[in-house]
């Protein structure tokens, strides 16, 4: 959530800026500002909602300068408003700061800083750390150390890394001064910040997409670190003021990967990617089957994962509906005890996970706050941990023992759906070898379950082609404000991650249910004013998900079905949705992507921001 974008070199920095956080729009904002540097003063240009109003202002009111901050935010303290909105100034407006994240002592530090004389102009905590910074010049200057150009930037330095031995919480930070021309001081913990190299030029942001355009030689910077950026390097400290060195990575994928390819909005593009992503989550990683894929790929050895004692899934939204799924393949094909739970939920219980243990992180962006904070905390207690992401070099990569990377690309809508594909192929990998290593699951039906693998890709496409059908559906249903999903054993997940997909971007309010769960409950809310959607694809439960839809129907629910091809029509369906014979165990793969395409087609008639919905951000960096 938020975004930031800091540049250093020998170009005009505004245009630079705003073409970077029009990059990093997907992950969610309500307001907008820079920061530019301009003969030795710094001006600020901030305007709330979107970008094009920032632009406005700043085509009204232009800003020259070679270095400069940006950022996009995601209210947390206070209301969405031009004051509200970063840069955040000191008492002299000599000195800025953006920043992503939550100072959790705001309210002392605040007390304290009014104490002496500070005057706050924003409801924010970020601003804090502006008037903590200057406070801490002020008592470098008095301590002897004066400002003047050769000193500046190790002072400005000096007044940050102090400053920040008295924040709590969470921050990816970055700071200019007026007297330290040409530097910016960055700083990480629990937030996610990289640095571009260039030639003669240097870029911070929160995410690769930011500077893409311009290099893609990064430096993802580690909790507790710091970097000095400048037109000419960036160099690197712990938060003890001691000089380490990083070495950049060559991110893989291209800027061409985030374009919209002549769709109406980056989610539809991403739903009609999905074959091609669950191919490049599957490629090479099929054989040898006991032994060799999963060492080869993350590092975990035959032997290791025999003497697993249990699995736990970890996840949140999506990701924790992706879980879900793996909890059911796991158990049918590895014969494990898997706990799936929410990652905001595990990290403070009082959990017995332990020694023999192997911990499943599934996360998109790699960087999410809870996911991480419990796959740390899993580390602590002698449990070991695989991650599922979809970002090498992110903050949940770097803390997990193992790394198995979907290969989705970057996904720009902020409601996930090939990242969440992607993440499903990725687990049925993991299954599929884990069930052969501790021999659960004989050579001929791994065998099988490999050719079952292979034609997924072709069933997605099947069912993309349903579109237009789905579309039809869309017109019919798009003004109503209640929904239900149904669905039994693996694809009860499905129902929920189609009820998140219609909330996420419609704001229709849409529940998922165990089918069986409907007589508990739930069947008090059908009327004839309720549409229903029910995954009554061919399974093991077939029978008893039709009986559901019986008791719906007598109900007066409008019934939308997904069925399988070759299947009766369910008795009272007003709709069905024909989807291609899968397996019932990766049936869940194929049979979202009609739910995403009704989701996705009823916000756009309602006329939603498909792509950035309101009060969400893509990666989920805070509590």
Partial sequence: MCGIVGYAGRRQASPLLMEGLKRLEYRGYDSAGVAVLCDGKIARRRASGKLANLEALIQKEPLKGLVALGHTRWATHGKPSEENAHPHADCGGELVVIHNGIIENYLELKEALSAGRHVFQSETDTEIVAHLIEEKLKGLAGAGRSPTPDLNEPLLFEAVRQALGQVRGAYALAVLWAKAPGVIVSAKTASPLII?????????????????????????????????????????????????????????????????????????????????????????????????????????????????????????????????????????????PVHCETASEFRYRETTVGPGELVIAVSQSGETADTLAAVKLAKEKGAKALAVCNTVGSAIARAADFNLFTHCGPEFGVASTKAFIGQLTALAVFCLHCGAARGALGEPEARRLVDQLLCLPGDIRSALKLEPQIKELARRFYKKEHFLFIGRHVNYAIALEGALKLKEISYIHAEGYAAGELKHGPIAL?????????????????????????????????????????DARPRGADSLIVLPQTPELLSPIVNIVPLQLLAYHIADLRGCDVDQPRNLAKSVTVE
Avoid at 283 to 296: E, I, S
Avoid at 556 to 561: N, P, S
């Fill in 526 to 566: 059908i009327d004839d004013s309720m549409p229903v959607v029910a995954i009554g694809t061919r399974s093991r439960v077939h029978e008893k998900m039709l009986s559901s839809l019986e008791e719906v129907k007598a109900r007066g629910a409008e019934l939308i079905c997904l069925g399988t091809e070759g």
């Fill in 196 to 336: 571009g190299l260039g030639e003669g030029e240097n870029f911070l942001a929160s995410d690769v997409p930011a500077f893409l355009a311009h290099t893609r030689k990064a430096v993802f910077l580690e909790d507790g670190e710091m970097a000095v950026l400048k037109a000419g390097g960036c160099t690197y400290f712990n938060l003890s003021g001691k000089r380490i060195e990083k070495k950049p990575v060559q991110i893989q994928w291209d800027r061409t990967m985030a374009e919209k390819s002549g769709y109406r909005h980056f989610m539809l593009k991403e739903i009609h990617e999905q074959p091609a992503a669950c191919e490049d989550t599957m490629r090479g990683r099929f054989f040898p089957l006991k032994d060799g894929v999963l060492k080869r790929e993350c590092g975990l050895e035959t032997g290791f994962l025999k003497e697993i004692r249990q699995i736990r899934l970890l996840g949140c939204g999506t990701a924790y509906h992706a879980g879900l799924v793996a909890k059911y393949w796991l158990e049918a094909l590895a014969r494990l």
